[in-house]
């Protein structure tokens, strides 16, 4: 949650089993799930049961979780990185033990899970994608997406250009140690009203090898301020720029 706490808001899990019931092609998910707040057990029940409901189309998005003082410290929970990211990579592990449906257990300094099965599994095999987030020039976040599906590299109100995505993958592709496929996730605006511009503005990263582009559709990106409300005639825009689809490339 990155808007002020007092915002009407919905859970997640629930909102995106909305979208699993009422769609049947488009890939869905959160970016990103705090884990460090959450119980990683609790997760992977409700990943399973969206992945088996939306037929395999669950991707699943992890990182340490942002701001702090806000989707941390607001219920007493540890806000330091260093414990948060402790706590992401040990529920990373949990889930991907869980998700096998074969006996797990784990011990860690945050965590700990005796020998279990969780049934049933996923719908995607081997298993739901993870995608890690993180700062763009940050190597931790770049290192922890190197085990496991795709990087989704976040630059603070602005894309991340093609340049710094070649740094990107050069230091990744270094910590790599599995050949298996992975995602290169691009965050960005375009037009919906104007297909040439918009295919413009995402070619460069399609050539460099980016394999998603996630259209932000975000409150402030109609000229709402941090903390204001959302407006219908906002929501409208949003809405608007959802039905206009997004950047088509040949």
């Known amino acids: ?74 219920f007493n929970e540890p806000e330091d990185a260093k414990t948060r990211a402790a706590k992401l990579d040990e529920g990373l592990a949990i889930l991907d033990g869980l998700w096998t449906g074969k006996p797990f257990s784990f011990q860690g300094e945050h965590f700990t899970v005796k020998e279990t099965v969780f049934l049933p599994v996923a719908a995607q095999v081997p298993r739901i994608p993870i995608w890690i987030g993180g700062t763009w020039n940050s190597h931790a976040p770049m290192r922890r997406a190197a085990r496991w599906d795709g990087f989704f590299p976040l630059k603070w109100r602005s894309m991340v250009a093609v340049d710094e995505w070649r740094d990107i993958q050069a230091y990744v592709e270094q910590h ?33 090898g980016v394999t998603w582009w996630v259209e932000q559709i975000d409150p402030w990106r109609f000229g709402l301020g941090w903390d204001d409300l959302i407006t219908s005639e906002v929501a409208e825009r949003m809405n608007e720029r959802i039905r206009q689809g997004p950047p088509r490339l040949g």
């Open 1 to 74: 949650v990155y808007d002020n706490p007092y915002h009407p808001l919905v859970d997640p899990w629930i909102g995106l089993a909305a979208v699993a019931a009422n769609t049947t092609t488009i890939r869905m998910g959160a970016m990103i799930t705090s884990i460090a707040r959450r119980h990683p057990w609790k997760v992977a029940r409700e990943t399973v049961s969206l992945d088996l409901l939306s037929t395999g189309r669950l991707t699943f998005g992890a990182a340490l979780g942002d701001p702090p003082e806000r989707d941390f410290g607001t």
């Open 176 to 208: 790599r140690t599995s050949a298996a496929y992975f995602d290169w996730v691009q965050g960005g605006t375009t037009p919906g009203d104007d297909l040439d511009r918009a295919a413009e503005i995402a070619a460069p990263y399609q050539d460099v």
